[in-house]
C-alpha cells in the first residue's frame, strides 16, 4: 500500500513496544514525521533516532499532566498533530486468575492504562486536531475485546471499553472533522510472545497448535501485518470510515473453527 | 490509493453501475489484469494461484434505487468464491447487512447474509485464501445520493464520494495487507457506530 503522509505529524504512544516501533517505521516511511511516546524514554529514543524528522517524548498515559506537556512540546516543535495513535497498552501476566483473586492493584493498573490512559491521551491531543478542523485517531483494542478470554478480566474489559469509546468519539468528533476508529489485532508475534508461542525446534508449542486451529489463517500475525492495517486507517485517501473496529487476526473472531 | 497487483488477475462480477466501475478502473489503474465476468456466468471461470475476485453486490447499488439483491446473489458468491486458486475474494454490499433498516426487510436479510457468508468462506477457504468485504453507506454518485436516508445519522455528516469505497476495496485487495481474513469493513461515515442524531 503506497500512502503519502508527507508532513503529517502522527503522536503514537506505546511507540517502544512491537507494534509501536514497527508502525512508527512503516508510518516514517510513508513521510509521516513521528512522535514516539512512551513511558520507557530510552526505548522511545531507540525508535524515534532512525527515524527522519521524528521526536521522542516521555509518557505515562494515567498523567494528564505529562500528556499536557508532552502536547505542549510536540506543538511548539511542529505546530500541529494529524494523526494520535493510542497504542500503548498492558496486559497480566502475573496474574492469571479468576474475577474472584483478581487483585484490585492489578484491575487498577491494566484498566488504568488501556483505558484510562486512552481516555487522557486523547483529551490531550484532540484540541489540536479541533482547532484545525481535521485530524485521525486509531485506537488499539483487541480480540478479546470482542470474544471474552478466561484469566485477564481487566484486560477484557478494558478492550471492550476502547472499542465503545471509539465508536462513542466517532461520533462526537465526526462533525469537527475527525475520523475515529479502532483496530484489533489478533494473536501477535512479538519478541515478547515468540518463545509463547514457539518451542526451541521452533515449531509451535503444543497448547498453541490448538489454539492456532481456531484461526483461519493459522499463524499468529507479524507487527509489520498490523502496522500496514494502522497505515490504512491513518490514509488520507480512506476518508469515509469512521466509528469502525477493524480486525486484524488471521480470521480468528470470524465464526466458530467447527 | 496505491497498491501492487502487477501480474495478478482480477475478476470482477456484479451488474453495470458506477460504483463496480470505478473499482474495476482503479484494479486496473494499480496493475490488475481486470476481466468482468458474463452475466449468469457459472462455471467457465478459472483462476490461477494469488488471482483475486471482487463480487459487488446489487445491494450496493442502495435500496432507495429500487434495486433489491440480485436473486441468488449468495449463491452465486459461494461457488465463484470456490474457484481453486483464488488468493483473494473481496465482498462488497450494503451497510444494511450490518445493520437492519426498518423496512427493508428482505433486503437487510439478505445483505447480512453476504456479510456472514463473507466470514464463513474466510474460515472454509483459509489459510490459503482471504475472504473480506465492505459494507457501504450512503454515497454520492452521478449527482444523486445513494442511500441518503442513512446521512442525518452518519457522525460524518455528507455521503461518501466512489473514491472512498475504492480505496476500502483496495485495501483488502492488497497483497501486502495480509493478516486480514473474515472480516467487514464498514465505509459508512460513522453510519452504523451508534446515535449520531442530537436529541
Not at chain 1, 521524528?54 to 511548539?76: F, I, K, P, T
Amino acid at each position: 500500500m503506497r500512502v503519502d503522509l508527507t508532513g503529517q505529524v502522527v503522536f503514537l504512544t506505546g511507540a517502544a513496544g512491537g507494534i509501536g516501533s514497527a508502525t512508527a517505521r512503516r508510518l516514517a516511511a510513508c513521510g509521516a514525521r513521528v512522535v514516539a511516546a512512551d513511558i520507557n524514554l530510552a526505548g522511545a529514543d531507540q525508535v524515534a533516532v532512525g527515524l527522519p524528522d521524528a521526536m521522542s517524548v516521555a509518557l505515562d498515559v494515567r498523567s494528564s499532566e505529562q500528556a499536557r506537556r508532552a502536547v505542549d512540546a510536540v506543538l511548539e516543535r511542529y505546530g500541529r498533530i494529524d494523526v494520535l495513535i493510542n497504542n500503548a497498552g498492558v496486559n497480566t501476566f502475573k496474574d492469571r486468575v479468576d474475577i474472584d483473586a483478581f487483585p484490585e492493584a492489578e484491575w487498577d493498573r491494566v484498566v488504568g492504562i488501556d483505558l484510562d490512559g486512552l481516555f487522557v491521551v486523547s483529551r490531550a491531543v484532540v484540541p489540536a486536531m479541533v482547532a484545525r478542523g481535521s485530524g485521525r485517531v486509531v485506537n488499539i483494542a483487541s480480540v478479546v475485546g470482542v470474544t471474552a478470554m478466561r484469566l485477564q478480566s481487566a484486560f477484557v474489559a478494558a478492550k471492550a471499553g476502547v472499542i465503545h469509546l471509539t465508536r462513542s468519539m466517532a461520533l462526537e468528533l465526526g462533525p469537527k472533522g475527525i475520523l475515529v476508529n479502532a483496530l484489533a489485532p489478533g494473536s501477535v508475534l512479538t519478541e515478547g510472545t515468540k518463545a509463547l508461542f514457539y518451542g526451541d525446534d521452533g515449531t509451535f508449542r503444543a497448547q498453541m497448535a490448538g489454539f492456532m486451529e481456531h484461526v483461519p489463517l493459522g499463524r499468529p500475525g507479524h507487527v509489520e501485518e498490523i502496522a500496514e492495517a494502522i497505515l490504512f486507517l491513518c490514509a488520507p485517501q480512506n476518508s469515509y470510515m469512521s466509528g469502525h473496529l477493524m480486525m486484524v487476526d488471521g480470521g480468528w473472531t470470524a465464526g466458530f473453527m467447527l | 490509493m496505491n497498491i501492487d497487483l502487477a501480474g495478478r488477475n482480477v475478476l470482477v462480477d456484479g451488474s453495470d453501475g458506477v460504483l463496480i466501475a470505478a473499482i474495476a478502473l482503479a484494479l486496473a489503474d494499480n496493475g490488475g489484469a481486470v476481466r468482468r465476468i458474463a452475466p449468469r456466468a457459472q462455471a467457465d471461470i478459472t483462476a490461477d494461484d494469488g488471482s483475486l475476485l471482487i463480487f459487488v453486490s446489487d445491494g450496493a447499488a442502495g435500496a432507495d434505487t429500487g434495486t433489491e439483491g440480485r436473486t441468488g446473489e449468495a449463491d452465486r458468491l459461494e461457488l465463484l468464491a470456490r474457484t481453486p486458486g483464488l488468493g483473494r475474494v473481496v465482498t462488497v454490499f450494503s451497510a444494511a447487512g450490518i445493520v437492519p433498516i426498518r423496512g427493508l426487510a428482505r433486503f437487510s436479510a439478505e445483505q447480512a447474509g453476504l456479510a456472514s457468508l463473507t466470514r464463513t468462506l474466510a474460515m472454509e477457504l483459509g489459510p490459503h485464501t482471504r475472504v473480506n468485504g465492505v459494507a457501504v453507506g450512503a454515497y454520492e454518485a452521478g449527482g444523486a445520493v445513494v442511500m441518503s436516508r442513512l446521512l442525518s445519522h452518519a457522525a460524518v455528516k455528507r455521503p461518501a464520494g466512489l473514491a472512498e469505497i475504492v480505496a476500502a476495496v483496495m485495501c483488502l485487495a492488497d497483497p501486502d495487507n495480509s493478516y486480514m481474513t473474515g472480516h467487514v469493513l464498514a465505509v459508512d461515515g460513522g453510519w452504523s457506530a451508534g446515535y449520531a442524531r442530537n436529541f
